[in-house]
């Protein structure tokens, strides 16, 4: 049996016109792999439509190049950005238009004054990646809080996530935490001046100064 | 476009060569996604992840060989990495919910179930996206809905002689193109 034909007549037969030639020496050795092909074949892996996502691809690379032109921080320098994709939660049909524009400054009037909202998009670095997250800093009460969502694991036990601004004086610390997707924190120092956004993995060792381990950052662009 | 030239300009980022890297592979990329991740959006968010780090990726690949191994081995690590990222979210939330909290760095977490179809996933899936719409369309229906060839040529109200002779040739490409399985060791 030409093992070619066989596969022809194993894999077209439809079980109408009688048995499939039996395999024989050569040919029969390819048995189990001809039932890899069939089986391959009946999966839904095989027949599902493939998202329509090349746009979303492209969009996510230009915010990923979009972000690698922006000034590069002390710490950051060292620290490619990565992880630009987004959760599906967040943004199903993530769109070019959407997702080029990596921070939305918003204005809001309310109470008379003028408030300040920006949305901060955080790419995982090589610590975290494939990880993603996001914050929104708003304005309020005499300083900024800071509504961060995040895809991190849960911290180790002798670890925790800490969130820090980076601006023309270092590093400021604006919060601790463990895990959970949604985290609020709150920023006394002006993120009008700040530039980066950064989590960090720290030490349960009592060191305040922030450690290297970046796990997310990205570039808070709030008008002065 | 070349394939050497188009993963050039995809590893400039340039927004045609990246569609067109998703339309040959986005369908192979899908299947593996598909057969490791029980999830649909999950799957969906994997196909993405596996193009973005392709990019940043893309200047360490040689462009004048194929880049189908290449793509299939970020698709396979994307979909275990976010299969380890849920694995963690459902051990935490049991963790949580039994008041046993434990630290998920220190956890072992398991691999897709799947995982070692990924490839026949893979292989299976560029053969098919390789046929035409007519060939596509009797393998799916002879295979995945199990029709007979009779059953084929009434729905599609076409001859039961064109049906087999439709099915020859998918199935002849199929074969030139999957037959190499017996010799693949990732299997």
């Known amino acids: 049996v030409d093992i070619d034909d066989f596969i022809v007549s194993a894999l077209g037969d439809d079980g109408s016109e009688g048995a499939s030639p039996m395999p024989s020496g050569e040919a029969a050795a390819l048995a189990p792999e001809l039932e890899r092909i069939r089986e391959g074949l009946t999966w839904d892996a095989t027949w599902d439509e493939a998202p329509e996502a090349a746009d979303a691809v492209v969009a996510a690379i230009q915010a990923e190049q979009h972000q690698s032109t922006a000034p590069a921080s002390a710490a950051g320098a060292s620290t490619p950005a990565v992880g630009r994709a987004r959760r599906a939660w967040r943004m199903p049909a993530l769109g070019a238009a959407a997702a080029a524009a990596v921070v939305v400054l918003v204005l809001l009037v309310a109470g008379g004054r003028t408030t300040s909202q920006v949305t901060v998009d955080l790419a995982g670095t090589e610590r975290a990646a494939g990880a993603s997250g996001e914050a929104e800093l708003a304005d309020a009460d005499g300083g900024w809080r800071v509504d961060l969502r995040h895809e991190l694991p849960a911290a180790p036990a002798d670890a925790f996530y800490e969130a820090w601004v980076e601006g023309p004086s270092g590093y400021t610390s604006i919060g601790t935490f463990r895990g959970g997707e949604a985290v609020v924190l709150w920023s006394g120092v002006d993120l009008r001046v700040q530039q980066v956004l950064v989590i960090t993995l720290e030490p349960d060792d009592g060191d305040p100064a922030v450690s290297t381990a970046a796990m997310l950052r990205g570039t808070i662009d709030l008008d002065p | ?187």
């Open chain 2, 1 to 187: 476009m070349e394939t050497e030239v188009l993963l050039e300009r995809f590893r400039e980022g340039d927004p045609d060569a990246v569609r067109e890297l998703f339309r040959r592979y986005a369908g192979g990329v899908q299947a593996v996604a598909n057969r490791s991740l029980s999830d649909r959006s999950l799957a969906d968010e994997a196909v993405q992840q596996t193009f973005v780090q392709a990019w940043r990726a893309a200047d360490r690949v040689d462009p004048t060989r194929d880049p189908a191994p290449w793509l299939y081995t970020i698709a396979r690590r994307v979909a275990i990495d976010l299969y380890r990222r849920e694995d963690r979210r459902r051990a935490e939330s049991y963790d949580h919910d039994d008041g046993t909290a434990r630290a998920a760095g220190a956890r072992l977490v398991s691999l897709p179930p799947s995982l070692d179809q990924a490839w026949d996933a893979w292989q299976v899936r560029l053969a098919v996206d390789e046929l035409g719409d007519d060939e596509q369309a009797i393998v799916r229906m002879q295979h995945f809905d199990e029709l007979t060839h009779q059953e084929i040529a009434d729905r599609l109200q076409i001859p039961v002689g064109t049906v087999k002779s439709r099915s020859y040739r998918a199935h002849r490409r199929l074969a030139a193109a999957l037959g190499h399985l017996a010799d693949d060791g990732e299997g």
